[in-house]
């Protein structure tokens, strides 16, 4: 029935050097990365965790140290969303390879969050401030010694996302449809929600919500292209009626920013726009896998 709660599942792997850096990534902070990003699958869903299975494939030289590490991370963020951590598997591989499955319950097939259900007429937004995580991987990469306040701040956006579990299930009481997490970049998974349903957007780039700490640390394009394109955000982008967003907004404890509206048009296709309603060029639309 409709009505009827749901059993919902989501898996992610993270593989050495593709995902993710040993040199710049901490086996405690990888644990944590590695739940938060299934677990931010559940919250694109409006699913509730409830519990977890562990596959790790590990190299000749991982240290028992290192595995140790790794779960003390994992369960941290077990712990903050009650997430039962069920089983798993260990074998061998030439690089380090994670995959985490995740359990969640949903209030119904009426009450689940969807790609699909994107109406023309309604605002488009996005929780918190999408781009920091690009800021914080480029500091690691070029800034790793700095200890500077707000550098050590992005690069914790980047190491240790924050899944919007409770933001999620406040979308879905509020009686929002469709709704994506930002994993792949802003306009990559707008371009998601677009294509499954079957329209186009605008979107205002002169109101995209880089945080201070990223336009203190980057010019205004370098901050901008990191806001569209970045990234591993794990932020909610989300579709629905200008009051609908307004609730959302005074609710939840994170900035909620309208962005931009769902528009008639081909599916998929974004007009970026500018000062007067000019149109601006893209270089990228963001991550794309096999790419």
């Known amino acids: 029935q409709n009505d009827a709660a749901i059993t919902l599942a989501a898996t992610d792997s993270l593989v050495e050097n593709v995902h993710f850096d040993l ?9 944590w990365k590695a739940l938060a990003v299934s677990l931010s699958d559940l919250a694109a869903m409006g699913a509730k965790p409830q519990a977890a299975l562990v596959s790790l494939a590990l190299t000749e030289k991982t240290l028992v140290e290192s595995v140790l590490e790794f779960y003390r991370g994992l369960l941290e963020i077990a712990g903050v969303f009650k997430v039962a951590i069920a089983g798993g598997n260990v074998s061998s591989a030439s690089q380090v390879n994670i995959t ?11 009450r689940i969050l969807k790609r699909s259900e994107a109406r023309a007429g309604q605002k488009i937004a996005v929780t918190g401030f999408p781009g920091s995580a690009a800021a914080g991987l480029w500091l690691l990469k070029n800034r790793p010694g700095n200890v500077n306040a707000t550098h050590t701040r992005l690069k914790q956006s980047f190491l240790r996302p924050f899944p919007r579990i409770t933001e999620s299930e406040f979308l879905v009481k509020t009686g929002v449809k469709t709704a994506i997490d930002t994993s792949d970049g802003l306009l990559a998974d707008l371009k998601h929600i677009l294509n499954s ?10 109101i995209l919500p880089a945080s201070h700490l990223t336009r203190a640390s980057f010019t205004k394009n370098q901050a901008l292209d990191m806001v569209l394109t970045g990234g591993e955000d794990y932020e909610l982008l989300f579709t629905a009626s200008h009051s609908m967003i307004q609730e959302v907004s005074s609710s939840l404890n994170v900035p909620v920013t309208v962005i931009g509206d769902i528009i008639e048009g081909p599916p998929g296709k974004i007009n970026l726009l500018g000062e007067a309603g000019n149109k601006l060029q893209l270089a990228r639309n963001g991550w794309r896998h096999f790419d």
């Open 23 to 31: 040199e710049i990534n901490s086996w405690q902070d990888l644990g």
């Open 100 to 110: 985490i499955t995740v359990t969640g319950t949903g209030d119904g097939a009426d």
């Open 197 to 206: 349903s079957r329209l186009s957007a605008n979107i205002d780039a002169d």
